[in-house]
């Protein structure tokens, strides 16, 4: 390799000294903790030295320095080499580390951001490098800048299908300055992985996905060295074969099952701690990290705002997805760093118009929906970005771990679910989205959208770019009438009253398509001398509560929920959470209660009983007193 330098002894030793020092942390760490991962750690103790301590080039005393090379734990169970890593930097005290999992102490049983060398939580294995690509992308392509991003993975983790998502996405987008450490130490939890210790097999997957793949003794410091000394021109994977347990003497632990997830008693700690100290030889050299070349240009991410109102006219008509395509667009034009993903449904959830006003700054994802999340939380870490990525609200369910871990990871994210709802018609329940608001409000991070036209979908879409957390926006297939006014003010958690009068019978509270539904239904029920008040929540997740329970009073506590999503998880039940303490309060819902069909929307939501006439009949049953309330 002619660029290649090979490491003088001195510096070989330190490594190798660093190496035995991770090993002594590790275990140090995991016995004091009572549990751990310690013989997983120790099969990664030569590459972490080699990484941190000859290749990575970073700020130690800065690890979120925005030109710092990046590092993902994908493999996070192996959490306590990370943080003896950064303990032999001296950014922790070492005596930190046998803090290990107690409840004050930051240092968590997986890697979690609240640690500032730590980019995005892991431990729900094959993550790790779909979140990498996202860090990888924004390099290369947003930053235009010099730093690397390195993946550290187990082998047992490689039987997740995102982990090849990850793989197909950095080699279409020719990602190298992106390399993946595939720690090939042949035990999984329960059993041996798949493939043991069979590496030219995983060299070949690797070579079949568009990477340069390279088996090195991952337990040699030379070769680690030699091998991430390498130039540039794809993805790196290197598949290192290790031995779990590596340095802990004797047969009884190294390259046994078992051992998993096992801590050493403290006696064995103690000796074989001893064991590992002999073995740290002599050496006048000590080795540092090497500083980032600062190419990367500051960025600010605050006020993100549309430059002018929504232009929608009275009596428009317009589809919200359609809408949030449109919001997209022009919000991308006053703000460099706004980045849109997709699942190659772009020409559906109106994403294009961001894309053919801003290719440089759309990504597409295709069929992949897990990697496209992880990604959107990669392009997103340490504020280099604010993402949105969209799919067919449907398809989230897909992706429901690497959104849970998004939440973990506290990542700034935008989703957009559209075709929500049996409104979607002729293409049936495969691809209608009835279950999304309750899977985003299960989130703890979560701020959930639900616009019902044009002027709010707009007001979404810049609010969730400057709200914290994951938000998640709703949008609707059919075309639907402009209700607001182009000046309305929008803010979280804050519902808007759409239709009253002085003598309202009920309050009835619809979202999205049976909003309008309700406005419909209103317009009926007035012919009859029946009044009711119509509320848009906007916000499902946080609800107005007091403005729900205030305007529901008047109407003597009757309350009407309709909604196209299950029964279970929606509008409906967070609505019964915001009244449960009131008294004299009844809540009767309307939802779609069974697996739906294809047909007509005006069809499906009359079968599915969320339509207008389903709600004036509903309003006739409170009234009279023979609801079911719930």
């Known amino acids: 390799m002619e660029d290649y330098h090979k490491p003088d002894q001195q510096t070989l030793q330190a490594l190798k000294n660093i190496a ?43 690890p979120r320095h925005s030109s710092n090379d990046r590092f993902v734990l994908s493999k996070g169970h192996a959490a306590p080499v ?100 595939l720690d090939i130490n042949r035990l999984g939890q329960s059993e041996p992985a798949p493939l043991q210790h069979h590496v030219e097999k995983y060299q070949r997957r690797c070579e079949a996905f568009g990477w340069h793949a390279i088996i090195v003794d991952g337990h040699s410091v030379e070769e680690l060295c030699k091998v991430l000394s390498q130039p540039r021109h794809q993805p790196l994977a290197i598949i290192a074969r290790t031995i779990k347990g590596k340095g802990i003497p004797g047969t009884r632990i190294r390259d046994k099952m078992g051992w998993h997830g096992k801590p050493l008693a403290r006696d064995m700690a103690d000796s074989v701690i001893k064991e590992l100290q002999s073995r740290i030889m002599s050496c006048n050299k000590r080795v540092y990290p090497s500083p980032p070349k600062e190419d990367t240009s500051a960025v600010s991410l605050r006020n993100f705002r549309m430059p002018s109102a929504p232009s929608y006219k009275s009596g428009e008509k317009v589809a919200t997805r359609k809408a949030y395509g449109m919001a997209l667009a022009k919000l991308g034009r006053y703000n460099e760093r706004m980045v849109v993903l997709d699942g190659d449904t772009k020409n559906s959830t ?28 990669g392009c997103a870490v340490r504020d280099r970005n604010v993402v949105f990525a969209s799919t067919f609200a449907a398809f989230f369910t897909r992706a429901y771990d690497q959104l849970r871990m998004a939440a973990i990871s506290e990542s700034n994210i935008n989703l957009c679910g559209s075709h929500c709802g049996v409104s979607i018609g002729e293409d049936g ?72 009068t002085n003598d309202d019978h009920v309050t009835v509270v619809g979202a999205g398509v049976t909003l309008h539904e309700a406005l419909a239904a209103a317009e009926q029920l007035k012919k009859e001398r ?19 329970i205030d305007n529901a009073r008047v109407t003597r506590g009757r309350i009407i929920t309709v909604e196209d999503h299950y029964y279970e998880g929606g509008l409906g039940e967070a609505v019964c959470s915001a009244v449960v303490n009131e008294t004299g309060f009844t809540v009767h819902r309307l939802a779609v209660t069974q697996v739906p069909r294809s047909g007509k929307p005006h069809e499906l939501l009359r079968v599915f009983g969320i339509d207008r006439d389903a709600i004036v009949q509903a309003v006739h049953k409170v009234l009279s007193g023979s609801s079911n309330a719930k």
């Open 350 to 377: 109106f994403s294009e118009l961001f894309k053919n006003e801003h290719p440089n700054r759309y990504v597409e994802c295709y069929i992949a929906e897990q990697n496209m999340v992880s990604v959107a939380v």
């Open 429 to 500: 329940p495969s691809q209608m989205g009835l279950e999304d608001l309750a899977l985003f409000r299960a989130i703890p991070t979560a701020t959930v959208f639900y616009p019902s036209d044009g002027v709010s979908t707009e007001k979404a879409v810049e609010l969730a770019a400057n709200t914290k957390g994951l938000c998640f926006i709703r949008t609707s297939r059919p075309e639907s009438n402009i209700i607001y006014n182009c000046n309305e003010d929008f803010h979280v958690g804050q519902a808007k009253v759409v239709y009253k």
């Open 20 to 62: 035995t020092r991770l090993r002594i942390n590790s275990i140090k760490a995991t016995t004091a903790a009572g549990s751990g991962h310690p013989t997983s750690c120790c099969s990664v103790a030569e590459i972490m030295s080699v990484l941190f301590f000859h290749t990575m080039k970073y700020r130690p005393e800065d």
């Open 82 to 181: 990370l943080y003896a890593v950064w303990a032999e930097t001296g950014y922790l005290k070492e005596n930190e580390l046998l803090n290990l999992r107690k409840v004050d102490s930051i240092l968590e049983g997986h890697p979690v951001p609240k640690q500032q060398f730590v980019d995005v939580a892991t431990g729900s294995l094959g993550q790790g490098l779909g979140a990498a690509c996202g860090m990888a992308y924004t390099g290369k392509y947003f930053d235009k800048a010099s730093y690397r991003v390195f993946c550290l993975l187990g082998d047992g983790e490689l039987s997740e299908g995102s982990v090849w998502e990850a793989m197909a996405f950095a080699s279409y987008y020719q990602l190298d300055n992106l390399v993946a450490i």
């Open 530 to 548: 029946i009044n009711i008040r119509v509320i848009d929540p906007f916000t499902i997740k946080p609800l107005d509560n007091k403005t729900i």
